[in-house]
């Protein structure tokens, strides 16, 4: 359970003593919620304190009678106000009026509780609270996240697109002054240097409309029986002139026929992306298996390559958004870091998962399991 932490400033002992009487063994619950609320209780007599122990202690919520000793209830109430605190405030108060209701709703007040009050009526505005508090602080990290993955998203096409694009130019710029030579043979080698600057950037540019596809787009209609067979040739198809000029070879094992419900275009994603990188980070004249089965209740892709390899301490972030794993050996390979975060995040919208054993100059081994009966997505 998560614990909320209540401030009660009010100069009656009674009240204090009576909020903590009744909420020490209260707890709150949503359906939405990912657990349930209970609440350590903390006290203050005037607003002095109040403020000593929000500095203290951060409370969650604060339950502020108006009129104290010293300072005003609205006085703390601003003062929360001014150090942005994430804090919800209830006023408490038998004094409350239009104006003081008015002035501790514009400095951040979000319900009033009659004094006296019964326990149910606490425990309610106490519920209500904790659902504000808990879909405020969501909505924050949603948006912060949001905010993060927008900074991401113009880091990688600031560096991923800028840097081939000068290379791009600079390749141009040595033909148009026929600096190696005056046919076109001089040029054999820039040419294919910028065909495969281009390529990466088209490769970069499918993988940022995948995952933008996958965060936005909604299921609703386009889910239908897929032959995952099928839908694996088809990747084979596409990447087979890059598995020929890496003498590749790929080979598809079909042990029974495994048809799922799923949107095609999603099995597109899972089977293009780890074809895609079996290829690329396998050794000159290497294999690439692709293996599907099933049982009763999954179906099961396996992608083995005889590649590189992936250190243990490396697959931990494997399938982070925007993570590559750097070295030696992938240094002249290019990506975006987002493939394997895009397809782990289209095998756990239909509630299947993806896994990675590898080995270092070895090879490397994917396997998604996908339920294969028909699933609600939204």
């Not at 209780?41 to 108006?66: F, K, M, Q, S, Y």
Request: zero cysteines; charged letters at 30%; hydrophobic letters at 40%.
């Amino acid at each position: 359970m998560a614990v909320l932490k209540v401030l009660v400033i009010d100069d009656e002992p009674g009240i204090r003593s009576g909020v903590t009487r009744i909420l020490r063994d209260f707890h709150v619950t949503y359906p939405f919620m990912d657990e349930d609320y209970t609440f350590e209780l903390l006290e203050a007599p005037t607003g002095e304190v109040g403020i000593t122990v929000i500095e203290h202690d951060r409370p969650d919520i604060i339950l502020l009678d108006n009129k104290l000793p010293g300072i005003q209830g609205v006085e703390v109430l601003e003062y929360i106000r001014e150090k942005k605190y994430d804090i919800v405030v209830a006023m408490i108060t038998s004094y409350a009026s239009l104006d003081v209701a008015i002035k501790a709703t514009r400095d951040g007040a979000t319900d009033f509780i009659p004094k006296p009050f019964t326990p149910q009526e606490l425990k309610s505005s106490i519920e209500n609270i904790a659902k504000q508090l808990y879909l405020r602080r969501i909505t924050r990290k949603l948006t912060e996240e949001g905010k993060q993955i927008r900074y991401q998203f113009l880091s990688v096409l600031s560096h991923e697109l800028k840097a081939p694009l000068n290379a791009l130019e600079g390749y141009l710029r040595m033909m148009q002054g026929k600096e190696a030579g005056d046919r076109i043979d001089d040029y054999a080698n820039h040419i294919d240097r910028s065909l495969q600057r281009i390529q990466g950037m088209r490769n970069l540019i499918m993988d940022l409309l995948d995952f933008t596809k996958i965060r936005l787009e909604k299921k609703e209609g386009r889910i239908r029986q897929v032959n995952l067979a099928e839908v694996a040739s088809g990747a084979i198809f596409a990447v087979r002139p890059y598995a020929i000029q890496r003498e590749v070879n790929i080979n598809l094992n079909v042990r029974s026929e495994t048809i799922i419900m799923a949107d095609p275009a999603d099995m597109e994603i899972i089977f293009n992306n780890l074809i895609s990188n079996a290829v690329k980070y396998n050794k000159i004249g290497g294999s690439a298996d692709i293996t599907i089965d099933s049982t009763d209740d999954e179906a099961v892709i396996n992608v083995a390559d005889t590649g590189i390899g992936i250190k243990k301490s490396d697959t931990e972030n494997l399938f982070t958004e925007f993570v590559r794993i750097k070295n030696e050996k992938t240094r002249n390979i290019s990506g975006s870091g987002l493939g394997l975060s895009i397809v782990k995040k289209v095998a756990e919208l239909y509630f299947g998962t993806i896994e990675v054993d590898s080995t270092p100059d070895v090879g490397t081994v994917f396997t998604v399991r996908l339920p294969k009966k028909s699933l609600n997505i939204n």
